[in-house]
């Protein structure tokens, strides 16, 4: 039941009870223990804007504020709020079978480019930790320095819940999308913000909102709303009667950048089931690596290493790509329209390397210059819901695997499908058609086993293998690393069906590349190690050694 009395909302539910002023969640007790979880007074307004230009506007300002309240029935109540930039509504309910408190925030402007709609949750007491699936999932203190700032789905926040952990129990917030809507989790401090996101372009865009973020409370460990998550993702998606590969769950240990040396598969066959080793193979084409996609024509030291390693039992993935493109290619001509534009910039997105100029670039956007500068390996990413793209991509790689024999191959950037400029390509946002490439890949010959590169809620229900980034450390580690282990989120939800492995620097050479491994290791990822000799097998390190002894033990 959901009452109102004295300008605010009183709710009732079978796990909690909820009090709401000017939009703000001002109380939220638990039912069975009477802990309370929110502590501090709010301040400012309930519902913000967000435009593209990063900008942040409070619907509720200093100037001609106007608040009500309006009774919709015995289980909801909205809340109008109305000030001099914006208008909004918090719509909030209850779902009578979960207990799950229900809002609905939406906001709008006379004045376009709005990107998202922002509700606010401050106030949140302290004691309680984070547990988010950012990175293959942490659990760190709400105001700890590492999850400040503003984490974009699917991209960054891979799955749409966030759980506030305390030492018997806590309360979480998740959102049931089955239609793949883009939203974000912004933390400040112990302040948390549900983000509702409006689709590119925004040139015209006035509002966003419509989506229901779902509140409530829970006992024990964060792993008990993590099961109430999946188990709800998996009926929605259909993903009960998924199928793999039968070998998916013999994997003891993977091999990340496999340079093609035969004498590395000689020296793991001597330490290890081969049967049980994953291998990616990133130095398999005729073309150098990251240079003139979507060509996959294997060399012919290639084809031999296939031969060997599929003769000793090894599983090697091929190193291909899922969007992203050179722009020298012949293909490009005809599928130029359709890049990734970002959101906010409009600005192509994608990357080119240049070692004299400091490493990693921005891609140029300069037509000249995408098309001459394969040197500097430029490349855009074209986006997955062109069905054109997704049929010579298909084509190109199912030629490949023939060749050489696999059934399984690795195409790398899944992670990398978000709102963009261009958002909607045959009515597809690029979330979708990344999902529908993976599954088309998934469907060549008779099957293949598919890797990617990051794991969220999308990519799971296609991926078998998925190559994960530590905590902002894709190719060196930051201060804090250390403190984002121990909580294997992604694993618990999505390792029924896609299992993780590791990405870089993980040869045991230092200190920094042990901690990277153990990182790893507590998240649930197979072994793994990017080694670059067959000697690095034979006399190995102590953290290679660790890795071979988890596969062996």
Request: aromatic share 10%; proline share 4%; charged share 20%.
């Amino acid at each position: 039941m959901i009452r109102i009395e004295n300008g605010r909302a009183l709710a009732d539910t079978k796990t909690l009870t909820a009090t709401f002023e000017r939009g703000f969640l001002t109380s939220l007790r638990s039912q069975l223990t009477g802990e309370e979880f929110i502590a501090a007074p709010p301040q400012g307004s309930a519902l913000q804007l967000m435009y593209g230009t990063g900008e942040v506007v409070d619907v509720i300002g200093n100037l001609a504020a106007q608040i009500s309240l309006h009774r919709l029935s015995d289980s909801a109540a909205q809340f109008r709020l109305s000030g001099w930039e914006a208008d909004g509504i918090l719509t909030i309910s209850e779902d009578v079978e979960t207990g799950d408190l229900l809002t609905e925030p939406s906001a709008y402007s006379s004045r376009a480019g709005v990107l998202s709609c922002r509700w606010r949750l401050p106030g949140i007491r302290e004691g309680l930790d984070l547990v988010a699936p950012f990175f293959q999932g942490v659990k760190l203190p709400l105001e700890d320095s590492l999850l400040q700032g503003r984490w974009n789905w699917p991209i960054s926040w891979e799955a749409g819940l966030a759980i506030l952990q305390g030492g018997a129990g806590g309360f979480w917030a998740h959102c049931r999308d089955d239609r793949y809507r883009y939203k974000a989790l912004n933390v400040e401090g112990r302040e948390l913000g549900l983000e509702t996101e409006a689709y590119g372009p925004l040139d015209d865009s006035l509002g966003a909102g419509g989506l229901v973020w779902r509140l409530n409370v829970h006992q024990g460990d964060w792993q008990t709303p993590a099961a109430v998550y999946r188990d709800w993702l998996c009926d929605a998606c259909g993903l009960h009667a998924a199928q793999r590969k039968p070998w998916l769950h013999d994997l003891r240990f993977a091999l990340s950048w496999y340079n093609g040396d035969p004498a590395i598969l000689e020296a793991l066959a001597q330490k290890l089931d081969p049967r049980t080793v994953l291998i990616h193979f990133s130095q398999w084409r005729t073309d150098a690596y990251d240079e003139n996609y979507p060509t996959y024509e294997p060399s012919p030291a290639a084809r031999e290493v296939f031969a060997k390693a599929y003769a000793m039992g090894f599983h090697v993935m091929p190193h291909c790509n899922s969007v992203d493109m050179d722009p020298t290619h012949e293909t490009y001509a005809y599928l130029r329209d359709f890049q990734y534009r970002d959101v906010r910039t409009k600005r192509l997105h994608g990357w080119a390397w240049d070692g004299d100029a400091g490493g990693v670039l921005g891609v140029p956007n300069s037509y000249h210059n995408l098309s001459c500068n394969r040197r500097r390996k430029v490349m855009v990413k074209i986006h997955p819901g062109l069905a054109m793209w997704r049929s010579i991509l298909a084509e190109r790689i199912s030629e490949a695997v023939q060749q050489v024999g696999t059934d399984t191959v690795f195409i790398d950037v899944t992670l990398c499908s978000h709102n963009l400029h261009n958002c909607l390509v045959e009515s597809t946002t690029s979330t979708e058609g990344m999902k529908r490439l993976i599954e088309q890949i998934a469907l060549l010959g008779d099957g293949l086993a598919v890797g990617g590169e990051g794991l969220n809620e999308i990519t799971m229900q296609g991926l078998s293998f998925a190559q994960a980034h530590l905590f902002k450390s894709w190719h060196a580690s930051i201060d804090g690393l250390d403190r984002t282990g121990g909580c294997a989120l992604n694993d618990f939800l999505f390792g029924r069906l896609c299992r993780t492995f590791g990405y870089s620097r993980l040869s045991g050479a230092n200190e920094d590349e042990e901690l990277r491994m153990r990182i790893h290791e507590e998240h649930n990822a197979i072994p793994t190690v990017t080694i670059r000799s067959a000697d690095e097998i034979i006399s190995p390190n102590r953290a290679v050694q660790r890795a071979l002894d988890l596969a062996g033990g």
